[in-house]
């Protein structure tokens, strides 16, 4: 049987923001809608004053973030997409991208591992020209081992330094003409040098 201090209300806070939805003892419990000062707002459940549960917030910049949420953050699974088109689904931890987790952004798409909010652990990065580098991440940028596809057909396997290829590796070229593949050879980066991505975002 439902308490009699289960109920439905509207609370208006000293800061501007405005909650209507379920309450419980005069506390937001269950779900409600809240409206912030600067207009973004929270539809979802709630649980002790705080948005937790299943819900979505949209902020006033347009960008929505939806998913579950502890103590007003995201937390688990959930997804977020922004006005210029960047787009996150997968996990986070404490209202930040953490996880495994897959984001797109401008015809380029990375899936993988991310830690605070970065793409580290082992993932693809597919670049809008074609260009793919599967392997290894920290703080962001290849490093560790990894394969990287260039546009024009060749591929690098082996170690890479802050997103440049450094240490071991073999760079496996192949020649073709009129779209006919003629054969492939294989180098050292030793013989080489320094391999760079080609130019792209």
């Given at each position: 049987?439902?308490s009699v201090r289960d109920y439905k209300g509207k609370i208006e806070y000293?800061?501007?923001?405005?909650?209507?939805?379920?309450?419980?003892?005069?506390?937001?419990?269950?779900?409600?809608?809240?409206?912030?000062?600067?207009?973004?707002?929270?539809?979802?459940?709630?649980?002790?004053?705080?948005?937790?549960?299943?819900?979505?917030?949209?902020?006033?910049?347009?960008?929505?973030?939806?998913?579950?949420?502890?103590?007003?953050?995201?937390?688990?699974?959930?997804?977020?997409?922004?006005?210029?088109?960047?787009?996150?689904?997968?996990?986070?931890?404490?209202?930040?991208?953490?996880?495994?987790?897959?984001?797109?952004k401008e015809g380029n798409e990375y899936?993988?591992?991310?830690?605070?909010?970065?793409?580290?652990?082992?993932?693809?990065?597919?670049?809008?020209?074609?260009?793919?580098?599967?392997?290894?991440?920290?703080?962001?940028?290849?490093?560790?081992?990894?394969?990287?596809?260039?546009?024009?057909?060749?591929?690098?396997?082996?170690?890479?330094?802050?997103?440049?290829?450094?240490?071991?590796?073999?760079?496996?070229?192949?020649?073709?003409?009129?779209?006919?593949?003629?054969?492939?050879?294989?180098?050292?980066?030793?013989?080489?040098?320094?391999?760079?991505?080609?130019?792209?975002?």
């Amino acid at each position: 049987m439902k308490s009699v201090r289960d109920y439905k209300g509207k609370i208006e806070y000293k800061d501007g923001s405005v909650y209507e939805g379920h309450l419980k003892e005069g506390v937001p419990v269950g779900v409600g809608r809240k409206i912030m000062p600067d207009k973004s707002y929270y539809e979802g459940d709630f649980d002790q004053g705080e948005m937790t549960g299943k819900g979505k917030l949209v902020h006033s910049d347009g960008t929505v973030q939806e998913g579950e949420w502890k103590n007003g953050k995201l937390e688990g699974e959930g997804k977020e997409i922004h006005p210029d088109g960047e787009e996150y689904t997968g996990q986070y931890k404490d209202g930040v991208k953490h996880g495994k987790g897959i984001w797109k952004k401008e015809g380029n798409e990375y899936d993988g591992d991310f830690v605070n909010g970065k793409h580290e652990g082992t993932g693809t990065y597919i670049w809008k020209d074609g260009q793919k580098y599967t392997g290894s991440w920290k703080d962001g940028m290849e490093n560790g081992l990894g394969k990287l596809c260039l546009k024009n057909g060749w591929v690098y396997e082996g170690d890479f330094l802050n997103r440049k290829r450094d240490g071991t590796g073999k760079l496996t070229m192949y020649f073709s003409y009129s779209n006919k593949r003629l054969g492939t050879e294989e180098r050292s980066l030793k013989e080489v040098g320094k391999i760079t991505r080609e130019t792209g975002s």
